[in-house]
């Protein structure tokens, strides 16, 4: 009788505690996916909303997009004589004002572009000319102040820097020495995030730690801090991003596809300094990009009074990350809990201007909006 009694009571047990987790999950506010059409097949690599309606991205083929209307219609193009280069980053500023970063086979194939007359012209701000050098990603301020970030050479990183948006001068002495065999990953053009007037994290793999490189004074000086993240000649951080001065997340894993299993995120509530695994996000393969639900920019970025208002601190937590063909995930406070966000798949990058606007651009011209 007894065993009996405690038999029923398991049971009704198993049934609260998983009605229970049903209930809380659905609690959480989940979010809408929505495709757009690029009007490319090329990969797009790298995405930046300037506000809710002006959104603009870059990939492979020397191809930009520019949206002003949310991602209902794309308008595309090619920067001329880059067709056999990859454009991994973009920083947009306006819907006439945007930075392009590419790279190529050969030294001089690392650029930078910008245009302000929408992508109508583009004009060649730098033009790579250090041998090996192999530009990953770039970040700004303001609209004016950025730095660009390289893998080592021969234990420097040549870094730049512009403080004018017109010219980029390099910073290589003012950044800490590099681990042997230490470089970034252009997954998705966020190796580099800035947060503020003066603060930025560079994230690296391939030497003995996979390592956090912070400046608080705006590229003068730097600090290295070492992530718990794994590294190799194919694995380490690959993208970073900071809510305030203080709390960000990193995300990384391993390129090999014989080791799939190591895609990871930690979390630093000290600016950096110190980082703590968090639980791991159901996605295999390395984490290519994650941003904050809340959105990131330059100063408001361009959003609206209203817009700015909305990024409440129901949202200041979430985080959303992208593994290419190893699926997306959400978590609402930064790595606890996970959700992953079933048959998305193929995605390079995300970003957000505020909660209800997001963005992931991925293979063969897949964007894809998310609203939470």
């Not at 992530?227 to 001065?245: E, K, N, Q, W, Y």
């Not at 159901?282 to 700015?308: C, D, H, M, Q, R």
Request: proline share 4%; glycine share 12%.
């Amino acid at each position: 009788m007894l065993k009996r009694s405690l038999t029923i009571f398991r049971f009704a047990f198993v049934a609260l505690a998983t009605s229970l987790l049903t209930t809380a999950q659905a609690q959480v506010h989940q979010p809408t996916l929505r495709t757009q059409n690029s009007q490319t097949q090329q990969t797009l690599i790298s995405v930046s909303p300037v506000n809710s309606q002006i959104v603009w991205a870059s990939g492979t083929g020397g191809t930009w997009l520019l949206t002003t209307d949310g991602g209902q219609t794309w308008r595309h193009g090619v920067v001329q004589g880059t067709q056999n280069l990859q454009f991994r980053d973009v920083q947009g500023v306006s819907d006439k004002i945007a930075y392009l970063q590419s790279i190529g086979n050969n030294p001089g194939d690392f650029r930078i572009f910008k245009t302000t007359d929408g992508g109508i012209t583009w004009n060649q701000q730098f033009q790579n000319r250090t041998v090996n050098a192999f530009y990953d990603c770039f970040a700004f301020w303001t609209p004016t102040r950025g730095i660009a970030h390289s893998d080592s050479v021969i234990g420097v990183f040549p870094d730049i820097r512009t403080t004018d948006g017109k010219h980029w001068e390099s910073i290589k002495n003012n950044m800490p020495p590099a681990l042997p065999g230490e470089f970034s990953f252009a997954a998705s053009g966020t190796c580099v995030a800035t947060q503020g007037d003066m603060n930025a994290w560079i994230v690296t793999g391939g030497g003995s730690a996979a390592r956090a490189l912070v400046t608080r004074d705006g590229a003068n000086t730097w600090d290295a801090y070492d992530t718990p993240l794994i590294t190799s000649g194919s694995a380490g951080a690959f993208t970073v991003a900071f809510r305030d001065a203080m709390n960000g997340i990193v995300g990384g894993g391993d390129l090999d596809p014989n080791d799939p299993y190591n895609a990871r995120t930690a979390t630093s509530n000290d600016g950096g300094q110190t980082w703590a695994l968090t639980n791991p996000p159901p996605v295999t393969g390395a984490i290519f990009g994650l941003g904050y639900v809340s959105g990131a920019g330059l100063g408001l970025g361009g959003k609206s009074a209203n817009e700015a208002a909305s990024t409440t601190s129901d949202f200041s937590r979430a985080v959303v990350v992208t593994a290419e063909t190893g699926g997306a995930a959400w978590t609402p406070d930064e790595g606890t809990t996970w959700f992953k966000l079933s048959n998305v798949s193929g995605y390079w990058a995300v970003a957000f201007s505020d909660p209800h606007n997001g963005w992931m651009v991925g293979l063969n011209g897949q964007i894809l909006k998310v609203s939470f």
